[in-house]
T-cell receptor, first 110, second 111 residues
Framework: KQEVTQIPAALSVPEGENLVLNCSFT??????LQWFRQDPGKGLTSLLL?????REQTSGRLNASLDKSSGRSTLYIAASQPGDSATYLC?????????FGKGTKLTVNP | DGGITQSPKYLFRKEGQNVTLSCEQN?????MYWYRQDPGQGLRLIYY???????QKGDIAEGYSVSREKKESFPLTVTSAQKNPTAFYLC??????????FGSGTRLTVV
């Protein structure tokens, strides 16, 4: 059974800092990995999707990497801003469904 | 714009009552999903459907029912058998190459 772990559970940083969120998964037989953002009381917004054949994806200040053999992904956020404050969720897709980690709650302080 | 519409945004259920949450998508995705989110528990899969007129139980299907009569629609009914229905419910659709898209959620409260 696939298990997804996100470390740390919570992170507080000053504005402007570069930061890394970690995600690990137990079964390397995945189709893709997706990073989401969730603001309080809202739905999930997709940030980046990495197919199993890819090593990384970039969108603006965000960069996500995937090392399928070691079961790890990282989300790098450059020059963090208070508007980046949210919960970040990592999810891996197996043959039929998505399995989520419990998320990292990020707070960026002005 | 393509997306997923969930309604209502807030829903209140009395004890012993069945309620139905709506989920509609115009992304032409074959697969649709219902998740439940509780504080500190993460997202848990309730039901999913990969094609019209077919659906499978997820990890916490007891007390819930679904139908998939149209590709665009995947309503979730929370029955009176669900003893602790207060939660945030999220609907999603997917296409393998394009990942998952989520709706904005329905917050259900028992009164």
């Amino acid at each position: 059974k696939q298990e997804v772990t996100q470390i740390p559970a919570a992170l507080s940083v000053p504005e402007g800092e570069n930061l890394v969120l970690n995600c690990s998964f137990t079964d390397s037989a995945i189709y893709n990995l997706q990073w989401f953002r969730q603001d309080p009381g809202k739905g999930l917004t997709s940030l980046l999707l990495i197919q199993s054949s890819q090593r990384e994806q970039t969108s603006g200040r965000l960069n996500a990497s995937l090392d399928k053999s070691s079961g790890r992904s990282t989300l790098y956020i450059a020059a963090s801003q208070p508007g980046d404050s949210a919960t970040y969720l990592c999810a891996v897709r197996g043959s039929e469904k998505l399995v989520f980690g419990k998320g990292t709650k990020l707070t960026v302080n002005p | 714009d393509g997306g997923i519409t969930q309604s209502p945004k807030y829903l209140f259920r009395k004890e012993g009552q069945n309620v139905t949450l709506s989920c509609e998508q115009n992304l032409n995705h074959d697969a649709m999903y219902w998740y439940r989110q509780d504080p500190g528990q993460g997202l848990r899969l309730i039901y999913y459907s990969q094609i019209v007129n077919d659906f499978q139980k997820g990890d916490i299907a007891e007390g819930y029912s679904v139908s998939r009569e149209k590709k665009e629609s995947f309503p979730l009914t929370v029955t009176s058998a669900q003893k602790n229905p207060t939660a945030f419910y999220l609907c999603a659709s997917s296409a393998l190459r394009y990942g998952y898209t989520f709706g904005s959620g329905t917050r259900l409260t028992v009164v």
